[in-house]
């Protein structure tokens, strides 16, 4: 019912930036929170930000100060831009979101595919 697709995925040398969208598409009524998550091999995923519908934004520790979360409510698409990046970096980043559409009474959670960024050291 709803689709979330990552993009801007990659190898990038330390100390460098890349900027990961996720676009959900379908019948959306709404939209709530947004946000991605990381798994590194061998690791369990674990949460690197979160966006609210309303702007309110959340940070691993691991990341505050390098990373940003937004999103474009117009165009249901979330963005984390990653600045600063370290080897420790490396995972495969999934788009995450609670969304509502037309034909679902209560807000569902879904996943993207996931995108892999490498950091190279």
């Known amino acids: 019912q709803v689709q979330l697709v990552e993009s801007g995925g990659g190898l990038v040398q330390a100390g460098g930036s890349l900027r990961l969208s996720c676009a959900a598409s379908?019948?959306?009524?709404?939209?709530?929170?947004m946000g991605w998550y990381r798994q590194a091999p061998g690791k369990q995923r674990e949460l690197v930000a979160a966006?609210?519908?309303?702007?309110?934004?959340n940070y691993a520790d691991s990341v505050k100060g390098r990373f940003t979360i937004s999103r474009d409510n117009a165009k249901n698409t979330v963005y984390l831009q990653m600045n600063s990046l370290k080897p420790e970096d490396t995972a495969v980043y999934y788009c995450?979101?609670?969304?509502?559409?037309?034909?679902?009474?209560?807000?569902?959670?879904?996943w993207g595919q996931g995108t892999q960024v490498t950091v190279s050291s």
């Open positions: 995450n979101a609670d969304a509502r559409s037309v034909y679902s009474i209560s807000y569902l959670n879904y």
């Open positions: 379908g019948i959306i009524r709404s939209m709530n929170t």
């Open positions: 966006i609210t519908s309303s702007g309110s934004t």
